[in-house]
């Protein structure tokens, strides 16, 4: 019975470490507008060898996306109501978003206000959610399907420059 928890223990931590180790690759980036604002430049990253785009864009692969904040500072609120708009425009439809309503708000109070040149990841894997680090130090785990997919979609299908810029790299292979 010591053995097989031992390996049940060896297995589950080489689960977790995976993705510690996962090699990313930058395959674009692009800055994010809202209005006539620019908020963020951001980059999108996707583990070595990974390359179908449709794919991509429908969650199916592990992606990294960095934000990098620009020449203004923000408060809480105003980052807040970035996101809320944000993932409110992306889901599928009103009544999913209100039944999401209650985690939404849960990742909104974790957003912090913005300072220029702030530094945001956050790390997509299809089968855990969305985890947001600031400076190395995780803030948030965003979990359910929906909100990770309007996340996701957020900035992938923002515009077509957005979407184009983001997967430059891609795009440039496939030619």
């Not at 991509?56 to 923000?74: A, C, Y």
């Not at 996340?151 to 430059?168: D, E, G, H, I, R």
Request: aromatic share 14%; with cysteine; glycine share 6%.
């Amino acid at each position: 019975m010591k053995k097989f928890y031992t390996i049940i223990i060896l297995i589950l931590s080489t689960c977790v470490c995976a993705h510690d180790k996962t090699h990313w690759v930058e395959i674009g980036d692009g800055t994010y507008d809202y209005g006539f604002d620019f908020p963020y430049k951001i980059k999108l990253y996707v583990p070595f060898g990974v390359r179908d785009i449709p794919d991509i864009k429908e969650g199916l692969f592990p992606m990294k996306f960095e934000l990098s904040w620009l020449l203004f500072d923000s408060s809480q609120k105003g980052v807040q109501d970035l996101f809320a708009n944000q993932i409110k425009d992306n889901y599928l439809d009103k009544e999913s978003h209100k039944l999401s309503e209650i985690v939404i708000g849960y990742f909104l109070k974790k957003l912090p206000t913005v300072k220029k040149h702030d530094s945001w990841t956050f790390t997509y894997y299809p089968d855990e959610g969305t985890k947001l680090y600031i400076d190395e130090k995780m803030i948030h785990h965003l979990v359910g399907a929906e909100l990770n997919r309007a996340l996701v979609q957020s900035w992938l299908n923002k515009n077509p420059a957005l979407t184009a810029n983001l997967f430059n790299r891609l795009i440039k292979l496939q030619r």
